[in-house]
T-cell receptor, first 114, second 110 residues
Framework: DAGVTQSPTHLIKTRGQHVTLRCSPI?????VSWYQQVLGQGPQFIFQ???????GRGNFPDRFSARQFPNYSSELNVNALLLGDSALYLC?????????????FGEGSRLTVL | RKEVEQDPGPFNVPEGATVAFNCTYS??????FFWYRQDCRKEPKLLMS???SGNEDGRFTAQLNRASQYISLLIRDSKLSDSATYLC???????????FGSGTRLLVRP
């Protein structure tokens, strides 16, 4: 069975541009979460979506937005990119909305902002 | 103060050694606790959940001390394949997000 898949795996952007990252959860999982991992740090929560509704938002500016589609896949959008947005963006899926067990992470999208 | 704090290491140990990592968390309302493992340039993967009574999974033992707000992970008989970063993770009030520490790096040498 396919795990969490993310695309693209690597991308390079310049300051001021925008980026869209995509995630497909494990089949049957209805919850998708997004995390940002800066080099040398642990992942930091950005968003969680469950059943196409935003259930939680981390301490990120409004330049960050996301949505979940009827097939439970998700997009993370970042506008007006800054150098500090360079990071590994991880998508995680789970069966339920609450954290009652394991989060399954994708391999991530590595964003470099020049 | 960070919500979850870990010694970044690296811990450099020989094969067969026993190594222990500690982690402290600041929010006394934290309810769920985990250790995740992250290999270099890979995604985090759940190693084990941490229960109040302590729990063991093979060579790995996790302990929780709610009074002192710290979590530990003990690895016995270290293998080369144990080399990775170990992330301490907490969840507050069974909410929707996990709070990660910055990770402790382990290097196991032959």
């Amino acid at each position: 069975d396919a795990g969490v898949t993310q695309s693209p795996t690597h991308l390079i952007k310049t300051r001021g541009q925008h980026v869209t990252l995509r995630c497909s959860p494990i089949s049957g999982h209805k919850s998708v979460s997004w995390y940002q991992q800066v080099l040398g740090q642990g992942p930091q929560f950005i968003f969680q979506y469950y059943e196409k509704e935003e259930r939680g938002r981390g301490n990120f500016p409004d330049r960050f937005s996301a949505r979940q589609f009827p097939n439970y896949s998700s997009e993370l959008n970042v506008n007006a990119l800054l150098l500090g947005d360079s990071a590994l963006y991880l998508c995680a899926s789970s069966l339920l909305a609450g954290v009652t067990g394991e989060l399954f992470f994708g391999e991530g999208s590595r964003l470099t902002v020049l | 103060r960070k919500e979850v704090e870990q010694d970044p290491g690296p811990f450099n140990v020989p094969e067969g050694a026993t190594v222990a990592f500690n982690c402290t968390y600041s929010n006394s309302a934290s309810q769920s606790f985990f250790w995740y493992r992250q290999d270099c340039r890979k995604e985090p993967k759940l190693l084990m959940s941490v229960y109040s009574s302590g729990n063991e999974d093979g060579r790995f033992t996790a302990q929780l001390n709610r009074a002192s707000q710290y979590i530990s992970l003990l690895i016995r008989d270290s293998k080369l394949s144990d080399s990775a970063t170990y992330l301490c993770v907490v969840n507050v009030d069974s909410s929707y997000k996990l709070i990660f520490g910055s990770g402790t790096r382990l290097l196991v040498r032959p």
